[in-house]
């Protein structure tokens, strides 16, 4: 069974613009992490949380981290063109660390 | 071209065909995974090596499927006798534990298409 879920499941949004999703999970965690999917391809790897923090930037994008709430926000800046695809959450635990992932939101960036 | 590569890209069998796939990981990394995805789907893990051990298998990995990763490098996923339910994206993704934490990179998948 998957442990995250994101939301929405599609967004379509005009380039320039900012996309946000967010992602819920349902047990404790050790670390949360964003990948990227373009259509048909492997996942990219776009940023780790630790459960000990709160907020992380990297670039264009901003990841939030709620562990009272159990879930996290991925916040993309200035969308290109080139952002289009599925964005996943993914979670691990202590000791374990296979990943859990969400079904994933499709983004879609129109010039 | 360091990353993880996976052969084939593409396979297309029919219904009661063995099937066998592999993954070459990043060449320091001593963690492996193999993960299945379907479509609207994200990944769901099936199984992970450190070095040649196979420490974890889901219970989605019924005893059609056998992983192996004979020397700690490359590792092969087969799936015996496949039916159509087995038609996915079988992605394969490696590490390195770094204190308590991993990041994973995956390489391009294999899709699997069971006629």
């Known amino acids: 069974s998957q442990q995250g879920e994101e939301d929405p499941q599609a967004l379509s949004i005009q380039e320039g613009e900012n996309a946000t999703m967010n992602c819920s999970y349902k047990?404790?965690?050790?670390?949360l992490q964003w990948y990227r999917q373009n259509s048909g391809r492997g996942l990219v790897h776009l940023i780790l949380i630790r459960s000990n923090e709160r907020e992380k930037h990297s670039g264009r994008l901003r990841v939030t981290l709620d562990t009272s709430k159990k879930s996290s926000s991925l916040l993309i800046t200035a969308s290109r063109a080139a952002d289009t695809a599925s964005y996943f959450c993914?979670?691990?635990?202590?000791?374990?660390?296979?990943?859990?992932f969400g079904a994933g939101t499709t983004v879609t960036v129109r010039a | 071209d360091t990353g993880v590569s996976q052969n084939p890209r593409h396979k297309i069998t029919k219904r009661g065909q063995n099937v066998t796939f592999r993954c070459d990981p990043i060449?320091?990394?001593?963690?492996l995974y193999w993960y299945r995805q379907t479509l609207g789907q994200g990944p769901e893990f099936l199984t992970y090596?450190?070095?040649?051990?196979?420490?974890?298998k889901s219970r989605l990995l019924s005893d059609r499927f056998s992983a192996e990763r004979p020397k700690g490098s490359f590792s092969t996923l087969e799936i015996q006798r496949t039916e159509q339910g087995d038609s996915a994206m079988y992605l394969c993704a490696s590490s390195s534990l770094r204190g308590n934490q991993e990041t994973q990179y995956f390489g391009p998948g294999t899709r699997l298409l069971v006629l």
């Open positions: 090596f450190q070095n040649e051990a196979q420490l974890e």
């Open positions: 060449s320091e990394h001593n963690r």
């Open positions: 993914a979670t691990d635990f202590v000791n374990a660390y296979k990943l859990s």
């Open positions: 047990t404790s965690i050790n670390n």
